[in-house]
């Protein structure tokens, strides 16, 4: 419930503090004493547009703060508490906050959406929306789990149609750039690249393009280690005859297989074997013009490959051409995981079909209910001539099932049953809101209620009977009410004034609480105006004390 109110610096109200209570709460003053100042400032933390002409003192920012109150153990009287807060600079910057957090206007709008609810004769609460007229059957019909099951598999099923549509879309588009991608593949196919054949290739080609000057070279470097009497060879083996010439075990003492003949005579053998194997790679190294056109041309057909498929080396040739081959294989095949989609689809769109019939059938009975119980409850209120029904039309699928309702009223004896948003006056659509919120406050845990002045161009026993309405609700309920009837303000648990008064700067509005004779007096001025009489007195003592 709003256990406080907070407004500083708005229009006409300087700082007021408000405590609310449980109960029905009674707002009472003069036309133009700042009572619709309040329900604007309230306005601003359900998510309205600032206005900078609202800030009254440009030198300070303009505050709106609420704290909600929540039951979390009846048993233990504990509670929780909530506080929202909206803060306007005098250049127009807005910024909201819950518990000091940070949020945006929209975030701030829905959350205070949830716990309050202002009703005024030109801003009904979605009661002539076609969608807030199916909430209302909906909470009146026992709907709400049968609902919730529905909703979380229409989700499902919107998401399974999503899927479907945009693998379709993929596989329009891959069929589209088939004929590209099959050139692609042509070419790819004609030059049959495999992973590693580009750097053998040019490694080849490298080698066949210097194959005299690498031969030239080969047989130098044979000739050097074994080419004549001055050849590396030639010089190990004079080396070891001058060893041999004398006994080396007397400077010498090493193992023979270690000694220095037998070191120089390892050297000899290797330089021997590699002497050798420079003459064979010489002698096969000869100049090949064909091979090596043939491996250029091989070369240069890789590096316009790929270059036309803007790919880096040829091993991505190769990845490339394995892509394009299961793409087009995906696109000329079945399309198996569509196909699975689309038969869960159907199957959940018939499970869905059946759950929509069974919230029609559930509607269409809890509306009868609901038609029969609105117009003895509105009746009493002076729409003695009510007749009322509930309209329903199949539309397609939504997330609320299938149902397209409309309430659909008459007001007048023999009149013609019309959409209540066309043919409601003010006052009879106030009078019919009332007993709706009244129908289902006793259903469901609604939120705080703000009445503006709902009984307006009603008096009489017309207002008692609103008056013991809204009381009746008040007890499941907060119910916070503005009201110039004094029927209905003689019924309230708490009763406060909003009134103007003159500063040394400007007018300001004010709001008191008022209590004991305050409130008679205050009750007493709504039933005979300024001057109070004996009997006005008396007969607000007695409206007071008879709603106790």
Request: aromatic content about 4%; some cysteine; hydrophobic content about 40%.
């Amino acid at each position: 419930m709003l256990s406080k109110l907070i407004i500083r610096n708005y229009a006409l109200i300087d700082e007021v503090e408000i405590d609310f209570s449980k109960g029905l709460s009674i707002i009472t003053g003069q036309t133009g004493a700042g009572k619709s100042i309040m329900l604007g400032a309230l306005g601003l933390l359900s998510g309205d547009r600032a206005d900078t002409k609202a800030i009254a003192d440009h030198s300070r920012k303009t505050v709106v703060e609420a704290t909600f109150t929540t039951e979390v153990d009846v048993a233990k009287e504990t509670s929780s508490e909530v506080i929202v807060r909206r803060e306007i600079s005098p250049s127009g910057r807005s910024r909201a906050f819950i518990d000091d957090s940070p949020v945006t206007l929209a975030e701030l709008g829905e959350y205070v959406g949830r716990l309050l609810d202002i009703h005024s004769q030109h801003a009904n609460l979605s009661l002539n929306s076609r969608e807030g007229q199916l909430k209302i059957i909906d909470a009146m019909s026992g709907t709400v789990s049968l609902l919730e099951e529905y909703r979380k598999e229409f989700r499902h099923y919107v998401e399974l149609r999503g899927k479907i549509k945009r693998l379709r879309e993929m596989r329009e588009r891959n069929r589209e750039k088939r004929g590209y991608m099959l050139m692609q593949l042509e070419a790819l196919r004609k030059l049959k690249p495999k992973r590693g054949e580009q750097r053998e290739i040019e490694q080849r080609f490298e080698m066949l393009s210097e194959a005299d000057e690498i031969r030239e070279h080969l047989s130098g470097a044979h000739y050097v280690l074994a080419g004549d009497r001055d050849s590396a060879m030639s010089m190990i083996k004079n080396a070891i005859d001058e060893l041999e010439s004398f006994n080396l075990q007397l400077v010498d003492p090493t193992p023979d297989d270690e000694s220095l003949i037998a070191r120089l005579h390892s050297i000899y053998i290797e330089l021997k074997d590699i002497a050798y194997t420079a003459e064979q790679l010489a002698d096969g190294m000869e100049s090949n013009p064909t091979l090596l056109a043939h491996t250029g041309a091989r070369m240069r057909a890789y590096y316009d490959m790929v270059k036309a498929m803007g790919v880096d080396t040829g091993d991505d040739l190769v990845d490339l051409q394995d892509d394009l081959e299961q793409q087009i294989h995906l696109i000329d095949g079945d399309d198996d995981e569509s196909r699975e989609y689309e038969l869960e689809a159907r199957t959940l769109a018939k499970v869905l079909k059946d759950k929509a019939n069974t919230l029609t059938e559930m509607r269409k009975k809890g509306a009868a209910e609901f038609s029969n119980r609105l117009i003895k409850k509105a009746i009493p209120l002076g729409l003695q001539n009510l007749k009322f029904t509930v309209g329903f039309n199949e539309g397609k699928l939504t997330a609320d099932g299938q149902d397209v309702v409309e309430f659909l009223c008459s007001f007048n004896k023999n009149g013609s049953l019309l959409p209540m948003a066309t043919t409601a006056s003010g006052g009879e659509l106030s009078r019919l809101t009332l007993s709706i919120k009244s129908m289902m406050a006793e259903r469901m845990n609604m939120p705080t209620v703000i009445f503006d002045e709902i009984d307006t161009g009603v008096s009489g026993e017309i207002a008692d009977k609103m008056g013991r309405m809204m009381k009746e609700m008040a007890g499941l309920m907060q119910i916070i009410t503005i009201t110039h009837l004094p029927q209905v303000a003689g019924k309230g648990t708490r009763h406060y004034k909003v009134f103007k008064q003159d500063t040394d700067e400007r007018t300001v509005s004010s709001v008191k609480e008022l209590t004991g004779e305050e409130r008679v007096r205050e009750i007493a001025g709504m039933l005979s105006g300024e001057r109070l009489t004996d009997a006005a007195l008396e007969a607000a003592r007695a409206l007071i004390s008879n709603d106790q």
